[in-house]
Structures are given as structure tokens and as C-alpha cells.
T-cell receptor, first 116, second 112 residues
């Protein structure tokens, strides 16, 4: 069954520390897509990254980086030199177009607190 | 401006009343979605639609109804059959299968 697990419910780190948010997924298909979204206190979900199952290259965007490992079914997100503005809830999500007909399933999210 | 517009931002409902949340997009997206988020919880899929005049139930469709008469619009009605409607409701839209979906700002519904 399609499933996304974010085992870390809440994380607190001091500003400038690095932090990694874990995401483990289950899928029945060889073609799937993984996403990360950020939800600041305002509530709107902001898209961060999309990765397809055939591209295992890690990606870096500024202070953000993503580590996709099919062998462990993980798609972890690291923030380097964290800032207070990074405080938010972060969601990992999975889409299996051929199996679940466009359903996109989200994990329960990880609430990140960056302490000044 | 292009984007997804949800209204109202805040809505109060008396028990036994139906309410409708609006979702409009001008991104020319084929697919639209409604998610429910409870405090401290993740997102759960209520309904989604891949094309006009067609929609599918998500994981928690009971007590909700939708329509998709126009590509741009996907309103959600929270009926009196929904026992615990107080939540944050998020509308999203996207293009073809597997592509990114984008979210509106959300609507807070409170039953009083």
C-alpha cells in the first residue's frame, strides 16, 4: 500500500545547526514521485522539491539538500546552517500515478523549531 | 495574479448546517484536490478530480460532497453528516499525473 512515514514528530535545534528531516515511503510501483512541502505558520503549503523514481541524484538548493535512496526507500531533507525562518511544518509526499490514479499521499509532517 | 484562491479564509458553522468552501484556480490545471488538516496532524485527502464532471473519493469522503462543473472551480460542501467538521481545509491543483500540486491558502472551518 502507498504510505509515507515521517517518524520525527517535532524537532528543535539552535540556529545555525544543521538538521535532517527523515522520510520513508512504501510503494508498489516502479514509477513514482516524491515531494517535500513547507507549511509556515500562515498555513499555505509551499512546494520545495519533486523527485521521480528514476532520478537518484541528490539535489542541493542553497541551504537545502535532499538525499534520495531507493535501497532504503528514503527521501531525507537536510537544512544546513538553519535559520529562524526555517521554523515550519515540513511534509513529505508520494504519488504513484499508474497505481493510485493521481492520489498524492502525505506524511504526518515534522514540526521544526529553530531556536535563536 | 495566477494561483489558487480559497474562500472564505474563516468560516463558522452552526451544527446541522451545510457550508460550501470555494476553490478557484487560474493555472489551467486539470486536476484539483481537497485535503483536510486537523491541528497537529497531517493532510488527509477528501476528494479529487482529474477532469471536468468527474471526481473520486479520497480517504475521508464521508460527510463531504464536491462538484467539478468548470475546470477552474472545485467547491467543497461540508454537510451536516460530517460529525467533526472543525478543521483546516486545503485546496490544491496540478497538471498531469505525477506532477507537482500547488496549494491555496486554506480555509478554517469552525463549528459553533
Amino acid at each position: 500500500a502507498q504510505k509515507v512515514t515521517q517518524a520525527q514528530t517535532e524537532i528543535s535545534v539552535v540556529e545555525k545547526e544543521d538538521v535532517t528531516l527523515d522520510c520513508v515511503y512504501e510503494t508498489r510501483d516502479t514509477t513514482y514521485y516524491l515531494f517535500w512541502y513547507k507549511q509556515p505558520p500562515s498555513g499555505e503549503l509551499v512546494f520545495l522539491i519533486r523527485r521521480n523514481s528514476f532520478d537518484e541524484q541528490n539535489e542541493i538548493s542553497g541551504r537545502y539538500s535532499w538525499n534520495f535512496q531507493k535501497s532504503t526507500s528514503s527521501f531525507n531533507f537536510t537544512i544546513t546552517a538553519s535559520q529562524v525562518v526555517d521554523s515550519a511544518v515540513y511534509f513529505c509526499a508520494l504519488s504513484e500515478p499508474s497505481v493510485s490514479n493521481d492520489k498524492i499521499i502525505f506524511g504526518k509532517g515534522t514540526r521544526l523549531h529553530i531556536l535563536p | 495574479d495566477g494561483g489558487i484562491t480559497q474562500s472564505p479564509k474563516y468560516l463558522f458553522r452552526k451544527e446541522g448546517q451545510n457550508v460550501t468552501l470555494s476553490c478557484e484556480q487560474n493555472l489551467n490545471h486539470d486536476a484539483m484536490y481537497w485535503y483536510r488538516q486537523d491541528p497537529g496532524q497531517g493532510l488527509r485527502l477528501i476528494y479529487y478530480s482529474q477532469i471536468v464532471n468527474d471526481f473520486q473519493k479520497g480517504d475521508i469522503a464521508e460527510g463531504y460532497s464536491v462538484s467539478r462543473e468548470k475546470k477552474e472551480s472545485f467547491p467543497l460542501t461540508v454537510t451536516s453528516a460530517q460529525k467533526n467538521p472543525t478543521a483546516f481545509y486545503l485546496c490544491a491543483s496540478g497538471t498531469f499525473s505525477g506532477n507537482t500540486i500547488y496549494f491555496g491558502e486554506g480555509s478554517w472551518l469552525t463549528v459553533v
